[in-house]
Nanobody
């Protein structure tokens, strides 16, 4: 079992920044990819970004590329999502998720791929 707890959400104005954190615990000795997803009100959950366990690969949704940066501190079992130049359309609940032993990019952008999820943290961007 892996436990994930997100934090760092809040309310900001357009153009502002936030850094989300995801604390992982449990079977963290296994190599796993970490993903960030988001779900706006009345919308489906969508992919934002992922990072491989060894930082060998990162990938971003087109809507956030160039504005968001994913990183991880393996020693601290933490994953981060730095969000800059925020827009109202970034408003959503943000979730981190983990998947053991997978490097297939086509799979890692899908919500159904991930085994474990956090409870989410709300981000509100006002215009």
């Amino acid at each position: 079992q892996v436990q994930l707890v997100e934090s760092g959400g809040g309310s900001v104005q357009t153009g502002g920044s936030l850094r989300l954190s995801c604390a992982t615990s449990g079977r963290t000795f296994s190599p796993y990819a970490m993903g960030w997803f988001r779900q706006g009100q009345g919308k489906e959950r969508e992919f934002v970004s992922y990072i491989q366990w060894d930082n060998s690969d990162t990938y971003y949704a087109a809507s956030v590329r160039g504005r968001f940066t994913i990183s991880r501190d393996y020693a601290k079992s933490m994953v981060y999502l730095q969000m800059n130049s925020l827009k109202p359309e970034d408003t959503a609940v943000y979730y981190c998720a983990s998947k053991v032993n997978l490097s297939n990019r086509n799979m890692l952008v899908l919500t159904t791929t991930y085994e474990y999820w956090g409870q989410g943290t709300q981000v509100i961007v006002s215009s």
